[in-house]
């Protein structure tokens, strides 16, 4: 039997030692690392913002390099090296400036490689072809006049020069959504916005505004004449068989007013429930269907009488002093108790519930950004999904909410804003406003 010297036995077991050490810390791993981009890259314009997320959870990151290549000149982005072997994860942020690297519109391509700390150096390549394009949408509105009332809704039809991801309208800092429709076989960008109550022919800056998939913005000035109107401003007695019956059921609901009185109740149902409800409605119509639901005048509670309108500005009073204040954003109309509230246009049921001061309350999605609302109500009698058409049967008015006495509050969303519901009980308004900007020479 052949005898193998200690020293041979000794080396043998630490190679195997060695090896088993090499293995089980990711020495000898063959597995490349990770490339992941977190949003298509197709187009690059003048600036564009990329996110790239390289990773290897074996043996750890090394080196990773992103870099432009166009006409076979390589531009380097960035490069970094990792000494240490934890790195198993970089999320790396760059801003592509085309003008400061020199290159020019047309085809390209940005190459992604990463590499490990293996001892076969494990090495992956991402190459991506991209359109550089530095050229913003031109934006054409097609409404060379409009006008619009204080607290109302303004309709824009506009073409641009080319496919965006997305467009708008702005008014000051608030941004509306667009869609895009085929008007005579062509697509055109449609905006419905509100106007403020505040607005002002001065004051008050509309732009069209357009992104394109490499990034390019434009913005072009919205010819726009405000006509102000006047809104109403009333003074409204808390009295104390109102506060004691209707507090309650906000207290019940909510367990941080437990202990409160309800004058305090009121403050916080006024104040901190309204915005939170604004915020819920805002939520809720952020998503609308891609095409115009709705057809003619939307309806207005049958045989029924205005008890409060939109823009109302009221100044609550208790023992004749001023607690607090608040701004109507409906119109509130009462008929008899318990009577049949119909939608008031064809759409889709996207909300059915409780909804704070709104009390029990339904919202209809009408297409392209559009909304109504109807609260106070005793029962509902749909359910959120369901397709309905005007005039069909959604609840029972009722005391439900901040609601002093039987009644329907109803209001119209635009874009995410309140507006003025009786503009859209107008059916001159509508083809005045809305149907002869849709039929485009």
Same mark, same amino acid.
């Given at each position: 039997?052949?005898?193998? !010297?200690?020293?041979?036995?000794?080396?043998?077991?630490?190679?195997?030692?060695?090896?088993?050490?090499?293995?089980?810390?990711?020495?000898?791993?063959?597995?490349?690392?990770?490339?992941?981009?977190?949003?298509?890259? !197709?187009?690059?314009?003048?600036?564009?913002?990329?996110?790239?997320?390289?990773?290897?959870?074996?043996?750890?990151?090394?080196?990773?390099?992103?870099?432009?290549?166009?006409?076979?000149?390589?531009?380097?982005?960035?490069?970094?090296?990792?000494?240490?072997?934890?790195?198993?994860?970089?999320?790396?942020?760059?801003?592509?400036?085309?003008?400061?690297?020199?290159?020019?519109?047309?085809?390209?391509?940005?190459?992604? !490689?990463?590499?490990?700390?293996?001892?076969?150096?494990?090495?992956?390549?991402?190459?991506?072809?991209?359109?550089?394009?530095?050229?913003?949408?031109?934006?054409?509105?097609?409404?060379?006049?409009?006008?619009?009332?204080?607290?109302?809704?303004?309709?824009?039809?506009?073409?641009?020069?080319?496919?965006?991801?997305?467009?708008?309208?702005?008014?000051?800092?608030?941004?509306?959504?667009?869609?895009?429709?085929?008007?005579?076989?062509?697509?055109?960008?449609?905006?419905?916005?509100?106007?403020?109550?505040?607005?002002?022919?001065?004051?008050?800056?509309?732009?069209?505004?357009?992104?394109?998939?490499?990034?390019?913005?434009?913005?072009?000035?919205?010819?726009?004449?405000?006509?102000?109107?006047?809104?109403?401003?009333?003074?409204?007695?808390?009295?104390?068989?109102?506060?004691?019956?209707?507090?309650?059921?906000?207290?019940?609901?909510?367990?941080?007013?437990?202990?409160?009185?309800?004058?305090?109740?009121?403050?916080?149902?006024?104040?901190?429930?309204?915005?939170?409800?604004?915020?819920?409605?805002?939520?809720?119509?952020?998503?609308?269907?891609?095409?115009?639901?709705?057809?003619?005048?939307?309806?207005?509670?049958?045989?029924?009488?205005?008890?409060?309108?939109?823009?109302?500005?009221?100044?609550?009073?208790?023992?004749?002093?001023?607690?607090?204040?608040?701004?109507?954003?409906?119109?509130?109309?009462?008929?008899?108790?318990?009577?049949?509230?119909?939608?008031?246009?064809?759409?889709?049921?996207?909300?059915?519930?409780?909804?704070?001061?709104?009390?029990?309350?339904?919202?209809?999605?009408?297409?392209?950004?559009?909304? !109504?609302?109807?609260?106070?109500?005793?029962?509902?009698?749909?359910?959120?999904?369901?397709?309905?058409?005007?005039?069909?049967?959604?609840?029972?008015?009722?005391?439900?909410?901040?609601?002093?006495?039987?009644?329907?509050?109803?209001?119209?969303?635009?874009?995410?804003?309140?507006?003025?519901?009786?503009?859209?009980?107008?059916?001159?308004?509508?083809?005045?406003?809305?149907?002869?900007?849709?039929?485009?020479?």
């Amino acid at each position: 039997m052949r005898k193998y !010297s200690p020293l041979i036995i000794i080396a043998v077991i630490l190679f195997i030692a060695g090896l088993c050490w090499l293995y089980f810390n990711n020495y000898l791993e063959r597995e490349k690392p990770a490339i992941k981009l977190n949003q298509e890259i !197709s187009a690059i314009g003048k600036h564009k913002k990329i996110e790239i997320t390289f990773s290897d959870q074996k043996s750890g990151l090394s080196h990773i390099a992103v870099e432009v290549i166009q006409d076979n000149k390589g531009h380097m982005l960035a490069a970094e090296k990792f000494t240490s072997r934890g790195v198993k994860q970089k999320l790396l942020s760059l801003t592509l400036d085309t003008t400061t690297l020199k290159i020019h519109d047309g085809p390209a391509v940005i190459k992604f !490689s990463a590499r490990d700390h293996s001892l076969f150096r494990n090495k992956t390549i991402l190459s991506q072809s991209v359109k550089i394009d530095t050229m913003p949408p031109q934006i054409t509105v097609l409404n060379s006049i409009n006008y619009a009332n204080q607290g109302g809704t303004c309709l824009i039809t506009y073409r641009t020069s080319k496919p965006v991801t997305s467009t708008g309208v702005y008014v000051n800092d608030y941004y509306t959504a667009g869609y895009t429709l085929f008007i005579d076989n062509k697509p055109t960008s449609v905006t419905y916005f509100a106007i403020p109550i505040t607005a002002t022919r001065n004051k008050t800056k509309m732009f069209v505004y357009a992104l394109d998939d490499a990034g390019n913005e434009a913005k072009v000035a919205l010819p726009c004449q405000i006509k102000e109107k006047k809104f109403r401003a009333d003074k409204m007695n808390l009295g104390e068989s109102f506060l004691q019956q209707k507090m309650p059921e906000f207290q019940a609901s909510l367990p941080a007013l437990q202990g409160k009185t309800p004058l305090e109740i009121f403050t916080y149902v006024n104040g901190q429930m309204r915005d939170d409800n604004f915020k819920t409605i805002q939520t809720i119509c952020q998503k609308s269907a891609p095409q115009k639901l709705w057809e003619g005048t939307f309806l207005r509670l049958p045989r029924s009488k205005p008890m409060a309108l939109f823009g109302d500005k009221r100044t609550y009073l208790v023992g004749g002093k001023p607690i607090a204040n608040s701004l109507h954003v409906g119109i509130d109309l009462a008929s008899t108790a318990n009577a049949a509230i119909e939608a008031a246009n064809n759409g889709v049921v996207v909300f059915t519930g409780s909804l704070g001061l709104y009390g029990n309350a339904v919202i209809i999605d009408h297409g392209l950004g559009v909304f !109504s609302l109807y609260g106070h109500l005793s029962s509902i009698d749909t359910a959120v999904g369901k397709t309905v058409k005007k005039e069909d049967v959604i609840g029972r008015s009722g005391t439900s909410g901040l609601a002093g006495g039987d009644h329907l509050h109803f209001s119209i969303i635009v874009g995410g804003q309140f507006v003025n519901p009786q503009e859209w009980w107008d059916p001159h308004w509508i083809e005045n406003n809305i149907t002869r900007k849709m039929i485009l020479q």
